[in-house]
């Protein structure tokens, strides 16, 4: 297996000095600054097993992994130097690097990443995602510097796995004795901050001052906090209580684009804002009327409601210029025409459903309130029901639901959009929908190495997507960081990481914080 799954640690250090080394840089000085930064939720600690986007976005903080994602989307080097695949595809050999240490002084080994990767696939951890390492056989290390891994049969989504948060390397003894983060057990990580001290309302994070990427990270630490009520987070940022608001509310991105304190960070996400569909229920039972349900959605209107316009709209899989693109032109119908075809399928008095959405997502509950009104003119009668956590997990289990607002995970492989979504298995397959054709195709298309034979696949599988509906995309929303102009030289990588704040550094009180 050749092509594109050789490429080298010399490839993407390239793409690593590329995205991180070649900045402007003020002259050398010691660390500075210790900002506040407010996500969503304060994070969890233990990004295997806790699903939470903050979860992930703290472990790249805490934690470096085997590989990593450079600022472009590109694959590149992490505590891997070096990744090669042989011709058939069933080997993957991992360099680790030489100047790693943990946060206790003691280097990292490729016994450490080993452990941390049997951690994952074994499933001994009770890890999220596990569809990442359903092909891994077996993890060896080799020596002291390089790991093996042995797969049942070639899947060239591995490396964008290993670069996922979901797989932090932390030491191989603590992974022998085991952990309690409840207990104030955290084991010591190797990327740029550690935790130095945990609150109900707060995490504390210090510097590693043994990271291996010299003179970094710049800041002395960072508090971070969790605020739900995205209208409060705006406020706290505004009013200066915060000085980094990561994934500002969409809403507020226009004026926060014209506040002269403010940096803005970001642009095109890689996550996808979609309806699931219960296609087990009655009404949208008929692939027809799941298809009409799709047609009579206004999605640039709704995205400009919304999102302020910070979305693209899509009814297809993968953005227009992506490689696995599909070809197909998805039919748009008036709201008097659905409302035809819905006379003709028997629904005289109009269609009725229940959509459901998470509560704890402001922008999911405008996008949903702004679709009940659009259908509602189409003849489509929806009942918006907004459910805390433990409903949703009941009324998942109930099944008493017709549609599911909802965001995929970040993704940059496509295998990493279809098969957690379209799988018979998939993790975020609220729709229990089930095809062998598609499983086949999601499947095969990570045993080829050639982009040309995979986008085929890719093509294939979202025509069956179409057809049948399981899924109706809305948009792609942007994603953007918030800053105080005080913080300087940071880059925004893609969601969900935090591997900006490695070469942040703070102007110092009293000085001119502006450009």
């Known amino acids: 297996m050749g092509g594109a799954l050789g490429l080298t640690g010399a490839a993407a250090l390239a793409g690593w000095n590329q995205s991180e080394a070649v900045q402007s840089q003020p002259d050398p000085q010691l660390p500075f600054g210790h900002p506040t930064v407010s996500l969503a939720r304060l994070p969890g600690l233990n990004a295997v097993t806790d699903a939470g986007a903050e979860t992930m976005w703290l472990s790249t903080l805490m934690y470096d992994s085997p590989l990593t994602i450079g600022a472009g989307g590109q694959l590149a080097i992490g505590l891997v130097i070096d990744w090669s695949i042989p011709a058939d595809g069933r080997l993957i050999d991992l360099t680790v690097r030489r100047d790693a240490l943990f946060a206790d002084g003691e280097p990292v080994t490729a016994v450490d990443v080993a452990a941390s990767l049997e951690r994952v696939w074994s499933g001994q951890a009770g890890a999220v995602e596990s569809w990442r390492w359903e092909r891994i056989e077996r993890v060896e290390v080799v020596d002291g510097q390089h790991v093996r891994m042995y797969l049942r049969e070639p899947d060239v989504s591995i490396p964008w796995s290993l670069a996922s948060g979901r797989v932090p390397v932390v030491p191989a003894t603590w992974i022998e004795r085991g952990w309690d983060t409840a207990l104030g057990q955290i084991p010591p990580g190797s990327g740029p901050f550690q935790i130095s001290r945990v609150t109900a309302d707060e995490l504390t994070l210090a510097r590693h001052p043994g990271f291996y990427q010299v003179g970094r990270p710049r800041l002395q630490g960072l508090t971070i906090r969790g605020t739900a009520d995205s209208a409060l987070r705006a406020t706290e940022f505004v009013t200066s209580d915060v000085d980094v608001l990561i994934d500002a509310p969409l809403l507020d991105v226009p004026l926060l684009r014209v506040d002269p304190r403010v940096t803005l960070e970001g642009g095109t996400g890689n996550r996808l804002c979609l309806l699931s569909v219960n296609a087990a229920r009655p009404n949208p039972r008929a692939p027809e009327i799941r298809r009409l349900i799709a047609s009579a959605i206004d999605r640039p209107a709704l995205v400009e409601a919304a999102t302020a316009s910070e979305a693209t709209p899509t009814s297809l899989l993968f953005p227009e210029d ?27 008095g109009g269609l009725p459903l229940r959509m459901i959405t998470t509560a704890s997502d402001a922008s999911l509950a405008n996008a949903c309130v702004l679709l009940q009104d659009q259908l509602a003119y189409a003849g489509i009668a929806v009942t918006l029901d907004l459910l805390d956590h433990g409903e949703l997990a009941r009324t998942f289990e109930r099944g008493d639901w017709d549609l599911f607002a909802m965001y995929s995970s970040a993704w940059r492989d496509p295998h990493e959009l279809l098969r957690p979504l379209l799988h018979s298995d998939g993790d975020l397959n609220r ?22 034979q995979r986008g085929e696949y890719y093509r294939l599988a979202q025509d069956i997507a179409y057809a049948e509906v399981p899924i109706i995309p809305l948009f792609i929303p942007n994603y953007y960081d918030a800053l105080s102009r005080s913080l300087r030289n940071y880059t925004v990588f893609p969601p969900v990481s935090a591997r900006g704040f490695r070469g942040v550094w703070m102007e110092p009180p009293g000085d001119d914080a502006t450009p």
């Open 322 to 348: 992506h490689w696995a693109a599909s070809e197909i032109q998805p039919e748009r119908l008036s709201p008097d025409e659905v409302r035809a075809v819905l006379t003709e399928r028997g629904f005289f």
């Open 431 to 452: 729709g229990g929908y089930a095809s062998a054709r598609m499983d086949f195709l999601i499947d095969g298309a990570t045993r080829l190495d050639v982009e040309a």
